[in-house]
Nanobody
């Protein structure tokens, strides 16, 4: 059974930095796209950043220039380095992976980690 385990959330002052990690465990053939999403109270879950298996990245406009997504394929891990954090970045952050076990990819989510940015 595939599991995604996140770590790295917490409370930080505006202008500070945090680094989120998400590691996949279990038996599978390959991890394709990885990404981070976030959901603030009363709002929908939105994409923050994505990275393909070959390292191509995509960011939401609200985090461009401040956040960096990266991946370690050998350790099945995706990271999100968040700099210059703002109060509006406060949300639960979820990692997401498309993982191939047999045939087509299946979509998996982490349990979520709270990021709170104080002003």
């Amino acid at each position: 059974q595939v599991q995604l385990v996140e770590s790295g959330g917490g409370l930080v002052q505006a202008g500070g930095s945090l680094r989120l990690s998400c590691a996949a465990s279990g038996s599978f053939f390959r991890i394709n796209d990885m990404g981070w999403y976030r959901q603030a109270p009363g709002k929908q879950r939105d994409m923050v950043a994505r990275i393909t298996r070959f390292g191509r990245t995509d960011y939401s406009d609200s985090v461009k220039g401040r956040f960096t997504i990266s991946r370690d394929n050998a350790n099945n891990t995706v990271y999100l380095q968040m700099n210059s954090l703002k109060p509006e970045d406060t949300a639960v952050y979820y990692c997401n992976m498309y993982i191939r076990i047999f045939g087509d990819d299946s979509n998996y989510w982490g349990q979520g980690t709270q990021v709170t940015v104080s002003s």
